[in-house]
């Protein structure tokens, strides 16, 4: 995680911590609208990562499409750190 007494590297808002580099980062809440309209459901900021995956993976979609969110949420996390670093 980058140095805390700088803002954040990518939108350079903010003091930098978990919940805003991979949510609230107006650069990682883009990558969740794309997420969330390809999956075609309301995207909503939750306040933590986890409340976000509850949120994402409670559509009723089915087991496969589960698999597939399970997917796109560990490369979306992945990428948002790579950014980050």
């Known amino acids: 995680m980058p140095d805390m007494s700088r803002g954040c590297v990518l939108c350079n808002n903010l003091m930098e911590n978990s ?3 991979f949510i609230h980062c107006s650069f990682a809440a883009k990558v969740w609208y794309a997420v969330f309209k390809w999956f075609k459901v309301v ?3 939750t306040p933590d990562l986890f409340t976000l995956f509850t949120y994402l993976n409670g559509f009723g979609f089915g087991s496969k499409v589960r698999k597939g969110i ?3 949420w560990d490369a979306a996390i992945w990428s948002l750190w790579r950014w980050h670093s």
């Open 19 to 21: 919940v805003h580099s």
């Open 70 to 72: 399970l997917v796109i």
């Open 43 to 45: 995207c909503i900021l």
